[in-house]
């Protein structure tokens, strides 16, 4: 099988193990609950784990909470609370490729500032997409998430980025979601290419810090953060999201 009909395919997993655990992370569920579910699903759907095969990393799912932004270890039992903010990445193996995907979402019922913010990523990550074309430039893609985040009003990260995406599950280009300089310095978008589109966003001042467990990595400030990522592939004119459903049709 080759890499794009492996990717495609694996990407059809993932989409809906991330549909089928956008429903199931409600008020009352755990993390260590979300992780079995992952697990669960992809194996029944014919994917192996992703995120495994990623060297010391032993769960199939990053789940944070509020404060946490990525690579949440997801052992806790402690339940979501109303109102908690909750972000859950997932990757599939298929066929000897990779494709990685995240949401997140409020459990129970949500403030209007907390759908704003939310909001404000799900727009950012659209554009991102809409910037994904031969011939454009990744620059194009961190100034289409960067400016849509400001403009609410709130911050990118220069640390945590998307990236390249295929045999590995971290692969070059890395993504920036910030403006770090002209676009023409960025690598060029090319046509088959694979990218984990990953829109990495906090609510106040994006300084963060590595966790007593030597994953979770959260905002300093106790503010909220989010991811939204979906994986595409490069095409004449455009991109396929390959992780359907998209976020789009599940949020």
Not at 57 to 80: D, E, K, Q, R
Not at 213 to 241: H, N, R, Y
């Amino acid at each position: 099988m080759n890499k794009l009909h492996a990717m495609q395919e694996g990407g059809a997993i993932l989409g809906q193990v991330r549909r089928d655990l956008y429903a199931f992370t409600q008020v009352g569920v755990t993390p260590a609950a979300i992780e079995q579910e992952a697990r669960r699903l992809i194996k029944q759907l014919g994917g192996e784990l992703s995120f495994t095969k990623v060297p010391s990393y032993h769960w199939a799912t990053c789940v944070n909470l509020n404060a946490g932004i990525v690579h949440g270890i997801p052992t806790s039992t402690v339940p979501f609370r109303d109102g908690d903010l909750i972000t859950v990445d997932v990757g599939v193996y298929y066929h000897g490729f990779h494709t990685d995907a995240a949401f997140s979402k409020v459990v129970g019922n949500s403030t209007p500032e907390q759908r704003r913010f939310l909001q404000a990523g799900l727009e950012g990550l659209q554009l991102a997409i809409d910037a994904v074309k031969p011939g454009n430039y990744i620059g194009d893609i961190s100034l289409a998430m960067d400016s849509t985040v400001k403009k609410y009003g709130y911050s990118t990260t220069r640390e945590l980025t998307g990236h390249g995406v295929g045999r590995e599950l971290h692969e070059e280009p890395m993504i920036s979601n910030r403006v770090l300089g002209p676009r023409e310095q960025t690598p060029v978008i090319t046509l088959g290419q694979t990218l984990a589109i990953e829109l990495i966003y906090v609510e106040g001042k994006p300084a963060l810090f590595l966790e007593e467990d030597g994953w979770t990595i959260s905002v300093k400030d106790g503010t909220l953060s989010a991811v939204f990522e979906e994986t595409v592939q490069v095409v004449p004119g455009g991109c396929l999201i390959l992780t359907n459903p998209a976020l789009s049709q599940i949020v």
